[in-house]
């Protein structure tokens, strides 16, 4: 045994030193440049614990995060600096969890949880980049101010969940779960409408007569500035159910089903609908599959209700994704020991996907024509077929 080892240190500097060498006689666009840099300091402490049909660990960990970001900052007249500005911003967070199980009888457990828990932001927009995008015509939703923030908060949350699990057969198991999760920092995109931000662009006025709706006292600042923001939370709860078996001759079976309540204010979003971006309401599958020595199926059916997708502040706002099951087919069938054969479909069924608007009428998002039920997309699904031959050397 020799004890010892090695790892790299990238220098950053000289990354991005090689990286503008290769743009030489290019024009700088500032507003595309920025980096971050992130410090994180943790430490964990964990104890098990068994006393005769309860067992379970009882876990902290404490964290420490720096973060800054450089970026090229914007005059009262629009233009960039040619210096550098810098933001920085700090949290410690406290984040303790808990794990028992119980032993009802042989073939019966409960199982809770329950746990502080953090997820880093995106470092997408933690960026403090300031871009100017749209048409500066002094007109309401044209002029507009896309900004990072390095300052946001990590999306915290409070989560726990009890279950029953009965394995009735040796490869078969039934279990219910009950889970809630409280969100205490959430992260979004802020919208704010007709903002005076002292950048100072001789622009054309609003005119009243034509139905020009008017923006404050300084005709020429009038922006939609965008940005992530923290906002107040929301919460999670729901039942999961699932059972699987396997019987003697290859052939088995799973099933899943999951209710789930995602409620947020609708303050949260510039579209004012108050629903969890991606959480659909009811969602199950199901799987039948064949298994012996040299060949193996899996026939599988997924289906969600139906979702929203946000997009703000990007054209078509809040999107509204239509119920959406899918039906796919894999087998594998093994040659010799060193090479397999394999089949795939995909979308059987050949489901559309369908997304309808979902925007609130009283916002000012960039379309709000898609309103409730107006058809944003229409995806024709058609069936995919994959064959594959896999060797092993």
Same mark, same amino acid.
């Given at each position: 045994?020799?004890?010892?080892?090695?790892?790299?240190?990238?220098?950053?500097?000289?990354?991005?030193?090689?990286?503008?060498?290769?743009?030489?006689?290019?024009?700088?666009?500032?507003?595309?440049?920025?980096?971050?840099?992130?410090?994180?300091?943790?430490?964990?402490?964990?104890?098990?614990?068994?006393?005769?049909?309860?067992?379970?660990?009882?876990?902290?960990?404490?964290?420490?995060?720096?973060?800054?970001?450089?970026?090229?900052?914007?005059?009262?007249?629009?233009?960039?600096?040619?210096?550098?500005?810098?933001?920085?911003?700090?949290?410690?967070?406290?984040?303790?969890?808990?794990?028992?199980?119980?032993?009802?009888?042989?073939?019966?457990?409960?199982?809770?949880?329950?746990?502080?828990?953090?997820?880093?932001?995106?470092?997408?927009?933690?960026?403090?980049?300031?871009?100017?995008?749209?048409?500066?015509?002094?007109?309401?939703?044209?002029?507009?101010?896309?900004?990072?923030?390095?300052?946001?908060?990590?999306?915290?949350?409070?989560?726990?969940?009890?279950?029953?699990?009965?394995?009735?057969?040796?490869?078969?198991?039934?279990?219910?779960?009950?889970?809630?999760?409280?969100?205490?920092?959430?992260?979004?995109?802020?919208? &704010?409408?007709?903002? &005076?931000?002292?950048?100072?662009?001789?622009?054309?006025?609003?005119?009243?007569?034509?139905?020009?709706?008017?923006?404050?006292?300084? &005709?020429?600042?009038?922006?939609?500035?965008?940005?992530?923001?923290?906002?107040?939370?929301?919460?999670?709860?729901?039942?999961?159910?699932?059972?699987?078996?396997?019987?003697?001759?290859?052939?088995?079976?799973?099933?899943?089903?999951?209710?789930?309540?995602?409620?947020?204010?609708?303050?949260?979003?510039?579209?004012?609908?108050?629903?969890?971006?991606?959480?659909?309401?009811?969602?199950?599958?199901?799987?039948?599959?064949?298994?012996?020595?040299?060949?193996?199926?899996?026939?599988?059916?997924?289906?969600?209700?139906?979702?929203?997708?946000?997009?703000?502040?990007?054209?078509?706002?809040?999107?509204?994704?239509?119920?959406?099951?899918?039906?796919?087919?894999?087998?594998?069938?093994?040659?010799?020991?060193?090479?397999?054969?394999?089949?795939?479909?995909?979308?059987?069924?050949?489901?559309?996907?369908?997304?309808?608007?979902?925007?609130?009428?009283?916002?000012?998002?960039?379309?709000?024509?898609?309103?409730?039920?107006?058809?944003?997309?229409?995806?024709?699904?058609?069936?995919?077929?994959?064959?594959?031959?896999?060797?092993?050397?």
């Amino acid at each position: 045994m020799t004890a010892g080892g090695s790892f790299v240190i990238p220098d950053m500097d000289l990354m991005i030193a090689d990286s503008l060498a290769m743009t030489e006689g290019y024009t700088a666009r500032p507003q595309a440049y920025g980096t971050i840099e992130e410090e994180n300091f943790a430490l964990y402490a964990m104890a098990d614990f068994d006393t005769g049909g309860i067992r379970g660990n009882l876990g902290v960990r404490y964290i420490s995060t720096d973060i800054s970001s450089d970026y090229y900052d914007l005059s009262d007249e629009g233009v960039y600096d040619s210096t550098l500005s810098i933001d920085k911003a700090d949290y410690n967070e406290f984040l303790p969890s808990l794990n028992v199980v119980m032993d009802l009888a042989d073939d019966l457990i409960l199982r809770t949880s329950a746990a502080q828990v953090i997820s880093r932001p995106n470092y997408a927009d933690l960026f403090a980049t300031r871009n100017l995008a749209g048409y500066t015509d002094n007109r309401p939703l044209n002029e507009m101010l896309n900004t990072g923030n390095v300052g946001l908060s990590p999306f915290k949350a409070f989560q726990a969940d009890i279950g029953v699990e009965w394995y009735f057969d040796d490869d078969a198991m039934l279990s219910v779960t009950y889970f809630t999760k409280e969100v205490r920092s959430f992260i979004s995109t802020q919208q &704010q409408t007709n903002q &005076q931000i002292s950048i100072d662009i001789p622009v054309y006025t609003t005119n009243p007569d034509a139905g020009e709706p008017p923006c404050g006292a300084q &005709q020429y600042d009038c922006w939609t500035v965008s940005s992530s923001t923290n906002g107040t939370g929301g919460s999670i709860e729901g039942i999961e159910f699932q059972i699987q078996d396997s019987f003697d001759n290859g052939f088995g079976y799973s099933f899943n089903y999951t209710y789930s309540d995602a409620q947020a204010p609708a303050e949260n979003y510039p579209g004012r609908v108050g629903v969890f971006s991606d959480s659909s309401k009811n969602s199950y599958n199901v799987v039948g599959f064949y298994e012996n020595d040299d060949f193996s199926a899996r026939l599988a059916y997924n289906w969600r209700s139906e979702f929203i997708i946000r997009e703000a502040p990007g054209w078509y706002g809040n999107r509204e994704h239509q119920d959406y099951g899918q039906l796919d087919f894999s087998a594998t069938y093994s040659v010799t020991d060193y090479l397999d054969v394999t089949f795939e479909g995909i979308n059987l069924t050949e489901e559309d996907s369908v997304q309808l608007g979902n925007n609130d009428a009283s916002t000012s998002l960039p379309n709000p024509d898609l309103l409730n039920d107006f058809p944003v997309w229409s995806f024709e699904g058609e069936a995919r077929y994959k064959l594959g031959v896999t060797m092993r050397f």
